[in-house]
């Protein structure tokens, strides 16, 4: 079965890094395109951007240009948002889009969910 | 690129129907058939209940459908039940070069 497993949670001071991993497993990993969502306490869900895990191909969100980065390995895709602030605390989840080889833009599976505080 | 907009809370009573709208502009769900309903229980991650409009993954009640016209979809959840309390999203695909946005969010209360 298709599963989407996120490292633990993170607590950051302003102006630092973040990496967060999403481990998939139960289907070939580089047929779907993985996004990453982040979701502020109480707040609505925000789309960061995606990545083709089969060339490593990148979109991101204006928003976060600059300051994010997504990369991936054999089986496992890493966001990495830096210059960190304050109103960067939220749940960051991996999302796999539902769509074999493109973008459909919607999420058929989910991670559990990264919490990334920051704060001084 | 603004949220799409959904009303803050539904409520209804278990049987009953409600409907849910998502409403946007013409960037996005009105020129889009990649609109998607997420359901979010607290403190887990959504799930995917409707894509493209009004297609429904498998595993999904068929209590859940979607429609659309012009720039708003449509949740109706037919036979409320007490677990359909939740959170629920609608996404759609935009022409802007924010790809992909989110409505606020709608509360779902079963009385």
């Known amino acids: 079965q298709v599963q989407l497993v996120q490292s633990g949670a993170e607590v950051k001071k302003p102006g630092a890094s973040v990496k967060v991993s999403c481990k998939a497993s139960g289907y070939t990993f580089t047929g779907f395109y993985m996004h990453w969502v982040r979701q502020a306490p109480g707040q609505g869900l925000e789309w960061m951007g995606w990545i083709n895990p089969r060339s490593g191909g990148t979109k991101y969100d204006p928003k976060f240009q600059g300051r994010v980065t997504m990369t991936r390995d054999t089986s496992t895709v890493y966001m990495e948002l830096s210059s960190l602030r304050s109103d960067d605390t939220a749940v960051y989840y991996c999302?796999?889009?539902?769509?074999?080889?493109?973008?459909?833009?919607?999420?058929?599976?989910w991670g559990q969910g990264t919490l990334v505080t920051v704060s001084s | 690129q603004s949220a799409l907009t959904q009303p803050a809370s539904v409520s209804g009573s278990p049987g009953q129907s409600i409907t849910i709208s998502c409403t946007g502009t013409g960037s996005d769900v009105g020129n889009s058939n990649h609109v998607s309903w997420y359901q979010q229980h607290p403190g887990k991650a959504p799930k995917l209940i409707i894509y493209?409009?009004?297609n429904r993954p498998l595993g999904v009640s068929n209590r859940f459908s979607g429609s659309k016209s012009g720039n708003t979809a449509s949740l109706t959840i037919s036979g409320l039940q007490a677990e359909d309390e939740a959170d629920f999203f609608c996404?759609?695909?935009?022409?802007?070069?924010?790809?992909?946005?989110f409505g606020i969010g709608t509360k779902v209360t079963v009385l």
């Open positions: 999302m796999r889009d539902g769509a074999k080889y493109s973008t459909g833009w919607y999420g058929d599976f």
């Open positions: 493209d409009v009004s």
């Open positions: 996404t759609s695909y935009t022409s802007t070069d924010t790809p992909l946005v």
